[in-house]
């Protein structure tokens, strides 16, 4: 069965920090240009992260730039979004997926994350 299963948010504080995971089965995430994107209430779903298939390079949005890092864990068909110096305009759920949408898979149900004092 194919599945993304999005964990790892929760309620933070400006500043602090939060890893996200992505954990793909039924099919090999490492084949695959995969992003993070984010849906804040009232907007439309963003690219934040992508990591590349083959060289695992990797881009982010200029908003989070310098503080989110994405990487992969092959052996584990897991992505992961480790986010640093969290703001309160980073407030949304964020999922995972293939970045490619001929190859894109459902949406799982994301993870939110809430960033507020």
């Known amino acids: 069965q194919v599945q993304l299963v999005e964990s790892g948010g929760g309620l933070v504080q400006p500043g602090g920090s939060l890893r996200l995971s992505c954990a793909a089965s039924?099919?090999?995430?490492?084949?695959?240009?995969m992003g993070w994107y984010r849906q804040a209430p009232g907007k439309e779903r963003e690219l934040v992260a992508l990591?590349?298939?083959?060289?695992?390079?990797?881009t982010y949005a200029d908003s989070v730039k310098g503080r989110f890092t994405i990487s992969r864990d092959v052996a584990k068909n897991t992505v992961y979004l480790q986010m640093n110096s969290l703001k309160p305009e980073d407030t949304a759920v964020y999922y995972c997926?293939?970045?490619?949408?001929?190859?894109?898979?459902?949406w799982g149900q994301g993870t939110l994350v809430t960033v507020s004092s």
């Open positions: 039924g099919f090999t995430s490492r084949w695959y240009d």
């Open positions: 997926n293939i970045d490619n949408v001929r190859f894109r898979r459902p």
């Open positions: 990591i590349t298939s083959a060289a695992g390079s990797t």
